[in-house]
């Protein structure tokens, strides 16, 4: 069945480097990709998202982009700040239209000052 | 953007009684709601997809007889965890789905953290 692999956290970071949260993917057909965002304490958000092969998902300084040929839809930010700490997850929505995500299993992201 | 609620944000309750949890689309109609579990530190799982005026689909090892769904009207589906026992402590979390513009959208309710004693 479909699945979403991420890389495991938590990440800790500096404020202003550079982030990278691997995700990649195991789906038939041709699946829409998702990042979602959970601050501490609040529900999830949606941050960006891709639907089809060499898309580009970007939203607020982050971006992925939709790679078929690896399978992959890896989270970037070129600088973070104190306030991108959170949980981030990756997801996908199979080609079939139920509606329904398949997650990942999420990665904590620290910013340190 | 659109809203989706969850009632109560937090319960704590004695094992052996049963819970309701209410999600609510605020200011849209969903005929397709989805209820998901998240145990600390891990992913949302799946529980069940709720459907407008028709049964529930419940994903596999998931009791339907346990967490019972009504859809009842395309703003309001109700998860109700009957005789809850303390491993069924978890943050339930609920979503709806939408189309706007032609995109297919899910907007996820703030969750709700249930402890059972």
């Known amino acids: 069945g479909d699945s979403v692999t991420q890389m495991e956290g938590p990440v800790t970071l500096s404020e202003e480097a550079f982030l990278t949260i691997n995700c990649t993917y195991t789906?038939?057909?041709?699946?829409?990709l998702f990042w979602y965002v959970q601050y501490p304490g609040e529900g999830l958000q949606l941050l960006l998202k891709a639907t089809k092969a060499d898309d580009k998902g970007s939203n607020k300084g982050f971006e992925a982009t939709y790679r078929k040929e690896t399978t992959s839809f890896h989270l970037e930010k070129g600088s973070v700040q104190v306030s991108d700490s959170a949980v981030y997850f990756c997801?996908?929505?199979?080609?079939?239209?139920?509606?329904?995500?398949?997650f990942g299993q999420g990665t904590t992201l620290q910013v340190k000052p | 953007g659109a809203v989706v609620s969850q009632h109560p944000s937090w319960v704590i309750c004695k094992s052996g009684t049963s819970v309701k949890i209410e999600c609510r689309s605020l200011?849209?109609?969903?005929?397709?709601m989805f209820w998901y579990r998240q145990f600390p530190k891990q992913s949302l799982m799946l529980m069940a997809t709720?459907?407008?005026?028709?049964?529930?689909?419940?994903e596999q090892g998931v009791e339907k007889d346990k967490f019972l769904i009504n859809h009842a009207s395309l703003t309001l589906s109700t998860l109700t965890v009957t005789s809850a026992h303390p491993e069924d402590s978890s943050f339930y979390i609920c979503?709806?789905?939408?189309?706007?513009?032609?995109?297919?959208?899910?907007?996820f309710g703030p969750g709700t953290r249930l402890l059972v004693l």
């Open positions: 200011d849209f109609q969903a005929t397709t």
């Open positions: 979503s709806a789905k939408t189309t706007s513009g032609g995109a297919l959208t899910q907007y």
């Open positions: 709720s459907n407008e005026g028709s049964k529930a689909t419940y």
């Open positions: 789906a038939t057909g041709y699946p829409s």
């Open positions: 997801a996908l929505r199979g080609s079939s239209n139920t509606g329904k995500l398949i």
